[in-house]
């Protein structure tokens, strides 16, 4: 083992795209947060600055902890992988008995006037704990016994979080999946889960009836055309049987399970209700102020749309608006193209890493990234149904900038690291 | 070279949801400009349609409660552009430090959002309505709304209607965001009992208003407004004239009438005095006027009949004759000598000794100190405790010391001491019939409502069962909405026992201490009563129903420090049967006229009772 050089920090060797793509975002974040409170007249009744003014502390607040964590030694992620994991496991405990309901959810520790959702944090710990316990050595994903303790590992905080009722947040976690398939999962398993998830969709709208009639003839059709053989029919039957026992699982969750405004969120979005002040008023809006935006849009501050009665959720949830009305056509597109850059960069990065661990992590980051990028933009767009999840970096609120934070900056670190590693390795 | 192409794999899917997503913005942005017609008119409004309150009628179908316009003015306040305060407040009559204090006081109210219509002024008066139409145009992100009040035709029953007032935070937080601030809904009374029913559902109407507030027509020609469903109509038990008749002649004194239909335990009428007249809790003054009423020194807002606690007087004596009964202790041939009294409980002159019947007739007070004395030693019990649990349970089943479950706000549930009340004042076992002797003659800790009166004296009519005691009739054309208001409750005493006491109290008024109460023609059985009041002059009781046999009316009156039962309480109900059995009260003018024009309210309610006063 050759001896390991000591490790300093290299400002050459930070990855300053991501860096350059982390500020963008902040800072137009933060621009349109200020957009979408904005009021040209009326000082008498608006009290201006409350939003965009706490987003500009919070930004301050990230970047010093960016900072920190750019300065920590990088094994100190490694060494502390689990503990930060037991650590938001405790605290999502603590928070389901005892934290302070806010938006119809039960997740969130107040500290000073601000609100903290340790769910937020719990999405870097579970990704260091599954890049150390996969990272391990020896430990290969083919196993079966790993596939069950890394899949349990992010069943816990899942199920811990639906029962805070942030379901939003809780199906984050699923998005590990993208990982997994790098650490070798078979590609059908995505396949299944887009499957999973398509029927989880079809079951709230079409009649379960329909929906298992339609499995059994496809489950029949299939058999005509394979070969016959025991295995295979067992394999068809089992999967078919499956999906329509999930199909009604679904339902009845729905229908029994779920709370009131998850429900109705559901339903306005698949035109089963109409609800114009609930969410399907903020659906409705969303696309109005979007769709007015044009080609070109309207212009910084010029948009009327977003301002209007987009209640709370319009600097957090339904930023994207903001975007779409003021910046239209072009400013959108360029909007996604650069996520696309940031997730893009956020994959090459990871896989350029040497460590199995810091690779993994990697992956982590850009499956969380991707699963916020589409559900919040697919509800802003009326496409998916309203989970409030943010848009990471770009949505007012200094729980999840920082948690976003915490997360990318991790992996600068990492990565920042990689020149050493050319002379050391861990152990 | 697996894992590359793996990674190139995921950022397929990426590209694919993000060109997913800039197709979806084609469509959004370049294609459909429905979306860009909408924008360009700019805002959505949504208006309250208020729905009409129900009316509310009496039994008869006579029109008591019913609506009335009045005219709010709100404010959403990021519409208001360029207002000209000084000529606003003139309109409004206001200076401007007001109008700064109203804005403060309308941001912190609840639910309050600056692109959502506020309650600025409350009631504006036609005056000003009409001088705030002309000028609204001038007053962009103002609106005048209509909504309705409560009108009351008769001027009475103003502790049946209640009133409707504004709703508070809590009202807006408990209602799961049915009310919302500046609403209405009922505070007391029928209008708060029956608040569901009445208040209708509140309907919502979307319209586009363009940036100089003009409106530009319905938002999606209206798909998306609701009507606003009317509030039921309710009619109560009430007998609108029999109500009236009993308030006039309840005026200048204070007390309670409550008149029950036996048969199904309606209420038809429920007067309680002083009472005032719930107009007044209408229009820009109610708030005045209810701090008004609260300070006054006799207590009109006080519901005398559901809540005020007497003694029951002779009531007990009633009750007695049909436990001794029951508990086999007592039969119609019982004779007890009465020579002024038994033991420290004095008696008026009469002849002596007495049988059941001639005993409830005279009223005895030595008949029924032995009465009692015989329940509550009866050998049957090992202890006086048992026996008196035994006898307190059987009154428990006339209705008295509980609540009766009225469909109206602030029933009170008298108090009739249980065993343990006694073991607590006088020790375990060191108290027997002679210490709680006055209870024999009604008097002592016992406390009971005027409602609760009323329903057991329904009960004795009855023959041993009551319903409990109503004022809805009908909701929204169906009779009977409420099933709990079918139920018999029965008595612990037995149908068999009830006829000879029945005699006595129909011999109370043809020839004992309620003659003055007897009307030829008809058959009624009634008990005086007189209620020993350690305050004041005794309370004058007097509960009855007619006809004996199959009894359309029980009533009980009470008035305060009036003394003897035959004296007010006794005529008052005496006319009141006539009315309602008769349909007028025309027999006897000069009683009547006495009656109306009674005025007891000169008397000081301050001096103490002499006790010798009372027997
Ligand atoms: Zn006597």
Known sequence: MIQSQQQNLKPFSIDWLTLVLYYIFVVGGLFCI?????????????????????????IGISSFIGLLILLVDEKFFYAFAYALYGIAIALLIAVLIMGTSFRGSNSWIEIGGFRLQPAEFAKFATALALAKYLGGFRIKFTERKVQYISIGMILLPMAIILFQ?????????????????????????????????LMGVLALIVPPLYLIIAIGVIAILMLLFIRRNRQNILIVFGVALAFIIYVGSVNYMFEHVMQA???????????????????????QQSKIAIGSGGLTGKGFLQGTQNKFRFVPEQSTDFIFCTVGEEFGFAGSVGFIVMYLLLLWRVLFIAERQRYKFNRIYGYCVAAILFFHFTINIGMTLGILPVIGIPLPFFSYGGSSLLSFTILLFILIRLDANRINELQGSFE | MDSSVKRTILFL?????????????????????????SAQNNVLQEQTIYPA?????????ELLVYNDAIYDLTVIPEQVKNLDTTVFCKVLGITKNDFIAKFEKLKRGKGYAPYRPSLFEKQLTIPMYAAFQEKLFDFPGFFVEVRTDRKYKHSNAAHIMGYIGEVTDRDIEQSDGYYRMGDYMGISGIEKTYEKDLRGVNGVRYILVDSKNRTQG????????TAAIAGKNIALSIDQVLQDLGEQLMRNKTGS???????????????????????????????????????????PLFN??????????????????????????????????????YLFVGCHAHSSPNQLRGAIAISCNGYFCQVYRSIVNNPRYHRVEEAYNSFHDHVASFGLGKRLGVDLFGEGAGFLPPATYYDKVYGRYRWQALTTLSLGIGQGELGITPLQMANATSSVANRGYYITPHIVKAIAGKPNPNPEYNVKHWCTVDTSYFPIVIEGMQDVVERGTAYIARIPGIEICGKTGTAQNPHGKDHSVFFAFAPKDHPKIAIAVVVENAGFGATWAAPIASILLEQYLTGKHDTRPALVERMLNGNLTHRDDSIPATKSETF
Request: glycine share 10%; charged share 20%; hydrophobic share 40%.
């Open chain 1, 34 to 58: 200020y957009a979408s409170v904005y009021k040209e007249d009326h000082p008498l009744i608006y009290d201006a600055g409350m939003n965009y003014g706490k987003q500009v502390i919070w």
């Open chain 1, 165 to 197: 009722n942030e379901t939003g947040t809780a199906l984050v976690f699923g998005s590990f999946i993208f990982m997994l398939y790098r650490e070798g999962l078979p590609g059908y398993f995505l396949f299944i889960g887009f499957m999973i998830a």
């Open chain 1, 261 to 283: 405004h998850q429900k109705s969120r559901i339903n306005v979005l698949l035109g089963k209700e109409v609800d114009l002040k609930g969410a399907g008023y903020n659906v």
């Open chain 2, 13 to 37: 899917i990426f590209c694919v949801i993000g060109a997913v997503f800039i197709v979806r913005l084609v469509f959004l942005q370049l294609l459909d400009d429905s979306y860009l017609r």
């Open chain 2, 53 to 61: 309150r129900g009316l509310i009628y009496d039994r008869k179908g």
């Open chain 2, 218 to 225: 319905r938002y999606k020609e209206g798909t998306f407004d």
């Open chain 2, 257 to 299: 009438i409550v008149a029950i239909e036996p048969s199904t335990g309606e209420l038809l009428a429920l007067v309680s005095s002083p009472t005032y007249d719930p107009n007044l809790f209408i229009g820009r003054d109610r708030g005045n006027h209810y701090m008004e009423l609260l300070r006054d020194p006799t207590k």
């Open chain 2, 304 to 341: 005398r009949p559901l809540a005020a606690p007497y003694p029951p007087g002779s009531i007990f004596k009633v009750l007695e004759s049909l436990v001794g009964q029951q508990e086999k202790v007592l039969t119609p041939a019982t004779s007890y000598a009465c020579h002024h009294g």
